[in-house]
Nanobody, 121 residues
């Protein structure tokens, strides 16, 4: 079994910063892409940022220049540094990782439980 555990959410004023972390544990041979998604009330889950195993990052336009995704492969952990937060960033943030738990380079997607980020105006 593989588990993803997120931390770092909370309440922050507009313009503030938060850092989210997501640690993967369990039977892990390797991890391919990792990413952060978010879901606001009444809206569909949307991709926020992705990072490849080699460190190449990509972002949704609405967070470019404000959010930075990074990963520590030795710790099986992905981070999301969020700055310049806006009320519209309020959502539950979920991490995602494509994990090989068989050693055969068969990657399966796993999700964290979600962490609430609330930005007050």
């Amino acid at each position: 079994q593989v588990q993803l555990v997120e931390s770092g959410g909370g309440l922050v004023q507009a313009g503030g910063s938060l850092r989210l972390s997501c640690a993967a544990s369990g039977r892990i041979f390797s991890i391919d892409g990792m990413g952060w998604y978010r879901q606001a009330p009444g809206k569909q889950r949307e991709l926020v940022a992705l990072i490849s195993s080699g460190g190449t990052a990509d972002y949704v336009d609405s967070v470019k220049g404000r959010f930075t995704i990074s990963r520590d492969n030795a710790k099986n952990t992905v981070y999301l540094q969020m700055s310049g937060l806006k009320p519209e960033d309020t959502a539950v943030y979920y991490c995602n990782a494509k994990v090989d738990y068989t050693g055969r380079l068969w990657y399966h997607p796993y999700w964290g439980q979600g962490t609430q980020v609330t930005v007050s105006s």
